[in-house]
């Protein structure tokens, strides 16, 4: 009888940590390598700090819009179809971007060039594009950073071939009709790579501070209570003395985890941070993919990470 018991309170124990198990939230870190041309590469983590490449560490999709025909900093969103809503670079200094949606990452729609600057007289590039949903409008927010020539000349310069960026955007419910392009955020420096999380109704963006003279080169934080602004004053940099870019920030329990490229080291780093206003550099705790440039981090189920596996 004692036997009895004992295998029914070990086979109970196994179908709750089996189904513990699958109910567990992963995290996927979708990056590209070199500059793009093979397209999107995605790693797994149970961790958030310890990070494995799936299928070998090469692409998932390849890249087939724009006349470069690349795919940089992907960003990857599971939106409120169900659906997994991606955007991308796809040059250096086309006036659109890359769209794609997908079921399960394995199998994307066909690839499509959203125009989104295309209205805008003497754009020169549209750089790192992200997604964020809006709950409580049910749009999502697509921004990205772009020069115009002859904007915002009171921060020109003639470095770094002169680029002054500004954060833009444009609304969708569908991915189908856009609203128009507008200007999301003029910080009074030229800046990028925003990428902006909802925090309980609050919208904080993490950016880089771009200047080149005097040099900053480091990971900023605003905030705003509406997706689309008006966002705050760009806070003090979070990140060392080095250049960062690319971050991208996601919630453990009360931390604030913020990845971001130090590009000229060739290597990540991570500052973590419970009130993001103090921050402790966890660089040396992290591990990931040889080779990893600008992504986002989200998370997925454990049966779809199993999936992957299998690629």
Known sequence: MRRLFHITILLFCTLYNVQAQSKKEVYLFAYFKNNGQDGLHLAYSHNAYQWTALKNDSSFLKPAVSKDKLMRDP???????????????????????????????????????????????????????????????????????????????????????????????????????????????????????????????????????????????????????????????AGEAITGNYWAEGPTAIKLGKNWLVYFDKYRDHQYGAVLSSDLKNWKDVSDQIALPKGLRHGTILTIKQKELNRLLKQ
């Open 75 to 233: 960003c990857i969103i599971r939106g409120a179809d169900g659906l997994f809503h991606m955007v991308w670079t796809v040059s250096w200094k086309d006036k659109g971007i890359g769209y794609a949606s997908s079921k399960d990452l394995i199998h994307w729609s066909e690839q499509q060039f959203i125009p989104v600057m295309m209205k805008e007289e003497g754009t020169r590039n549209t750089w790192a594009p992200e997604i964020t949903y809006d709950s409580d409008t049910k749009n999502y927010m697509i921004y990205w950073a772009s020069t115009v020539t002859g904007k915002f000349t009171e921060t020109a310069s003639a470095r770094e071939d002169a680029y002054n960026h500004r954060i833009y955007y444009t609304t969708t419910k569908d991915f189908k009709t856009f609203s128009e392009t507008k200007l999301l955020y003029d910080p009074g420096f030229n800046v990028i790579d925003a990428s902006i999380i909802n925090d309980q109704g609050r919208f904080v963006m993490f950016l880089k501070d771009e200047t080149p003279e005097p040099v900053q080169k480091n990971i900023k934080v605003a905030y705003a209570d509406q997706l689309t602004g008006p966002y705050s004053r």
